[in-house]
């Protein structure tokens, strides 16, 4: 996700690779970063660190704990931290690294592609201003959303955060029902895609609601409504709503607070 970050900052011009940080604790993986020309590779100890804007926190929740106490050392009391670490609480970072401002993200995996959703909070008292340039930076690798409320980052990930999972799930369901039908492989697959893609299209740029498009395709008595039932006999909007209360759940059990 580091490397994601500094790639979608560069290609957007939004920092340059002299004002690029890469901060990297094994020393092969120093060799091969500084082998891509994307910034300057230090460790955490590097006294530049001191003069960043902004530190990205984007290293794995467990791997915090061990690194805190250093970059704790490092700091400027002016700096904002940028966490994107999923499940740690601000409260939580502040403590650990005696440090006020802080944003939290939750980005998802099409970030990759700077298609990601990103919703994201700060701790009181950061000025506007640096929450600005925060989301200038987050918006390059997609939509970016403020919330207002920590506590629901928790639903943030459970939706959108896991939410690339649950599309390809469906989309293998999809092509799965189509392989069985008869079709070759990459003929559902293609069918499929096509089909999620237009289907996205039309609900983000046309007038209709969710409902109203469904009933533009399922006429009654027909093979849509047929599918649709089946879907309903099953319970299946329910189940979606119950899964992703799970992954609520989860996300508030392992929050670290
Ligand atoms: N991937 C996603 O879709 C996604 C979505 C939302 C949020 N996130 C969050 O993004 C964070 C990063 O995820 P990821 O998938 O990019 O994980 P990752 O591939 O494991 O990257 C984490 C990187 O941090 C490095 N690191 C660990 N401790 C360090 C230290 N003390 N100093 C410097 N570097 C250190 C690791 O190096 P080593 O490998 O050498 O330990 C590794 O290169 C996680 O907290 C995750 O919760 C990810």
Redesign the pocket.
Known sequence: ????YANSFLRYKITSKENLLL????EE?RTVLSALDIGKVV??DDALIRECNIII?????Q??K??AP??KEVISKESVIL??????EMQYIQGRLNHALIVR?????P??ISMGMTAFTSSAGLPHEQIMLVENLLSTTGRTLYLKEEQQLNAV?ALS?SG?AYFFYFMKSLIDAGIRLGLDEHVASILAKQTMLGSFHLINNGQKTLDEYITSVASKGGTTEAALHTFNEGGMHELVIEAIANAEKRAKQLAIK
């Open positions: 996700m580091g490397l994601i901060v990297e604790k094994n993986r460790t955490i926190l984007a290293v794995k929740p791997d915090f061990l690194l250093e970059l966490s994107i670490m999923a499940g740690i993200a939750m980005p998802n995996l970030v990759e990930t955060g690339p």
